[in-house]
């Protein structure tokens, strides 16, 4: 009886196991199943996008295609020129600066307090006008010592002036007294009245006046004697002192060189001033002219009196105006040239040092032929491009370029006027494909 119970607790037992390892089989069989029905879902969808892509692809080869043709028969959508004989054209493009007329700065030539500033930060200002003036209590007293100095020299040399002249006139009347004294021997002396040795003293006194006299007549030849040079020489040199002492005083005040407005100030009533030091600048904006770089590749084509239009992209305004100037060499720094542009009608909305652009157009070349730089191709170390004839048939040919500018190379012989070329799509052309040809103009 026990036995039994524990044979039919152990069927039992294996029973269950056998249900619960059936259930997890039944699972992971359903799992299986439903992923596989998954794959194909998505397998599904994706082979659906792709007939979706490859219908929109033929759709879109289809509207290149003539009505009735074949799809081996498709003729390529070419962008066709006619060829015709121009002005080839080069557009310039620049940027540059305002610049004024003039911008002056005011520098301080010597060291000094400043005692006047007359003008203030914007204020007009006319050429010769008083601007800031500097302490010249030192200068005043330098002049008036030289001042002294030039008037004792003076005296010196007028009072040497005078004992000069008294001393040739003395001497011209020593001379005059001993020719008269001679001749008056000279008779006493043939009468035997006296000595020939009183006679002979009396001829070397007049030797000895003769030479003094000639020593004095040939310094008044000269002008003046040398200690009255001498005491001129020194009054000079004091007059010399007293005119740069002037000058210095002169340049203590600061003038307006020019008219114009005050653009920079940096001086105060009090504060020393060095020597060199800027203190105010002068900006005159009557006039406004724009400053560009422009490469040497560029310089070539501009001339003197070239119009054009300068844009102003702070203002949103747009000036005419003319180039007056091209330098003569170029900056070795920037490797660039410069041109001036000037105005015609400035207005006040204008200042200096603000971003401009212009464009400058130049003839390349009168009256030649030119393509677009797309419409050229190079094959073997030659140039060529797709002739399209009265057939709509294209044949390739070697051309010889000449300039050049943004958009269009110029055709020197290959091509003729009337002619016309692809433009577009040339990897899909050779001599002898047929187009679908799209005009477009030059």
């Not at 028969?73 to 310039?92: F, Q, W």
């Not at 003036?133 to 004792?152: E, H, P, W």
């Not at 091209?326 to 900056?331: E, G, L, V």
Request: proline share 2%; aromatic share 4%; charged share 20%.
């Amino acid at each position: 009886m026990a036995l039994n119970t524990i044979d039919h607790k152990a069927r039992v037992n294996n029973e269950g196991k056998y249900r619960e390892v059936k259930k997890v089989n039944e699972t992971r069989n359903l799992k299986q199943h439903l992923l596989r029905e998954g794959n194909k879902a998505k397998i599904l969808i994706a082979i659906g996008i792709m007939v979706v892509l490859i219908a929109a692809f033929y759709g879109f080869k289809s509207k290149t295609v003539v009505k009735g043709q074949r799809a081996g028969e498709l003729k390529p959508a070419v962008d066709v020129l006619t060829v015709e004989r121009k002005d080839m054209i080069k557009n310039i493009g620049l940027t540059g600066q305002t610049v004024p007329v003039s911008q002056v700065d005011i520098v301080a030539k010597y060291t000094g307090k400043i005692t006047q500033v007359n003008v203030d930060l914007g204020q007009s200002v006319s050429q010769g006008q008083d601007l800031i003036i500097q302490d010249m209590s030192d200068v005043n007293i330098l002049l008036a010592q030289n001042g002294a100095s030039l008037r004792q020299a003076n005296a010196d040399a007028l009072e040497s002036n005078a004992n000069f002249e008294a001393s040739y006139q003395k001497a011209q009347a020593d001379y005059q007294h001993s020719v008269t004294n001679y001749q008056r021997y000279r008779t006493l002396y043939d009468q035997g009245a006296i000595s020939k040795e009183a006679l002979d003293n009396s001829e070397q006194q007049v030797t000895t006046a003769r030479a003094s006299l000639d020593t004095w007549s040939k310094q008044m030849a000269s002008g003046s004697a040398a200690t009255v040079m001498s005491k001129r020489a020194v009054s000079d040199k004091a007059q010399s002192a007293i005119d740069a002492l002037q000058n210095q005083k002169n340049d203590l005040v600061l003038r307006a060189p020019r008219n114009g407005v005050i653009g920079f100030r940096q001086a105060e009533v009090g504060a020393m001033a060095q020597a060199g030091q800027k203190l105010l600048s002068i900006v005159d904006n009557s006039n406004i002219f724009i400053d560009c770089s422009v490469s040497e590749q560029d310089i070539g084509q501009i001339a003197l009196g070239m119009p054009t239009t300068v844009s102003v992209e702070s203002l949103g305004k747009f000036y005419t105006g003319k180039i007056i100037y091209i330098s003569p060499a170029m900056d070795t720094k920037t490797q660039t040239f410069t041109i001036r542009i000037a105005l015609d009608n400035p207005d006040n909305s204008i200042k200096t040092g603000m971003f401009a652009r212009t464009n400058i157009n130049v003839i390349l070349r009168p009256q030649t032929l030119f393509i677009p730089k797309e419409a050229v191709f190079s094959l073997n170390g030659s140039d060529r491009i797709f002739v399209v004839d009265g057939n709509n048939q294209v044949t390739e040919r070697v051309v010889k370029l000449g300039l050049r500018n943004d958009k269009s190379v110029e055709i020197l012989s290959g091509i003729n006027d009337g002619e016309q070329v692809s433009v577009t799509n040339l990897a899909r052309l050779k001599t002898g494909v047929t187009i679908v040809p799209n005009m477009i103009s030059q």
